[in-house]
């Protein structure tokens, strides 16, 4: 019933790149284990498993963001204060000199005899 | 009354390559295609006493394991196509059948890249020597619906493999 006789070259290549494969290794031993179990449910076959951290890892890992996040936002929250007290002396400082300004202003009104008004 | 043991055993042994190879190649993915396989081979071993006859025997497990496989490839969130240096990989010298190497997992990988109905004609009728009626009759498809999906899928395939076994000469040169 087979005709590869009829088949042209790319298919006589194709057909003979497709022959069968074995399966893994053991395949007949899981089988026939899954068959004899009480309740064969699902297949167990040779599979690359997630690589999973261990749970101190994740705790490590968890805390140290933990940490990190405490420490930034403190960090932040410093840089912040600093900045005002910065602004703030900035402030006083500008204060002073037109003070001083205004004050040198009224003094040189005062000695040319020009009222510097209230 | 199921198969008997020392049976069932011999009947996984003759027909283990058949049905993973099918497993394999329709569905792309080597794990998946072992756990289609092992529940082929289970459903065999619930309905054996429906099962007279090696020849019954086979024609079953070949009709069971492209079924299987066509749903498993279905219900596949991301096609293997996607993962073809994957499968060159899983398939170590050791697996794969003696001859040139890098050719055969060559066309394995260009098979892969077909659509599920023109890879699946293409596995039963290159790998299993199946005829299109046979083909037919198995897929629940008309004749003329089976020829349309062999000549398509050969014809990318041929296509696709000019483009590919130029580079690989050119690699290998």
């Known amino acids: ?118 | 009354m199921a198969i008997a043991n020392d049976e069932f055993r011999r009947l996984i042994e003759a027909h283990q390559r058949m049905v993973f190879s099918i497993a394999l190649r329709v569905i792309g993915d080597y794990a998946t295609a072992e756990e289609v396989a092992q529940d082929v081979f289970l459903a065999l071993h619930r309905s054996g006493e429906r099962l007279a006859g090696e020849d019954h025997i086979r024609h079953w497990l070949r009709r069971v394991a492209t079924h299987r496989s066509i749903d498993a490839l279905r219900r596949q969130t991301h096609r293997p196509e996607a993962d073809a240096e994957e499968w060159v990989e899983e398939m170590d010298a050791g697996t794969m059948p003696s001859g040139n190497f890098a050719l055969h997992a060559r066309l394995d990988d260009l098979l892969r890249t077909l659509p599920e109905p023109m890879r699946v004609v293409v596995v039963l009728r290159y790998q299993e020597e199946m005829l299109p009626e046979e083909i037919a009759r198995m897929l629940g498809q008309s004749v003329a619906s089976v020829k349309c999906h062999l000549h398509r899928g050969l014809t990318l395939l041929r296509r696709k493999a000019a483009v590919t076994m130029k580079e690989y000469v050119r690699e290998t040169a």
């Open chain 1, 1 to 118: 019933m087979k005709q590869p006789e009829e088949f042209s070259e790319f298919e006589q290549e194709l057909a003979q790149a497709m022959s069968a494969v074995d399966p893994p290794e053991g395949f007949a031993e899981r089988v026939m284990a899954r068959v004899q179990s009480p309740a064969p449910a699902k297949a167990k076959v040779v599979r690359m498993q997630p690589r999973v951290l261990p749970v101190w890892l994740s705790g490590a890992i968890a805390a140290a963001l933990l940490v990190g996040v405490y420490t930034g936002e403190q960090a932040h929250q410093r840089h912040q204060r600093e900045k005002a007290i910065r602004a703030e002396q900035q402030f006083d400082e500008g204060m002073r000199i037109t003070d001083e300004t205004l004050e040198h202003v009224r003094l040189q009104l005062q000695q040319a005899g020009i009222p510097a008004g209230e």
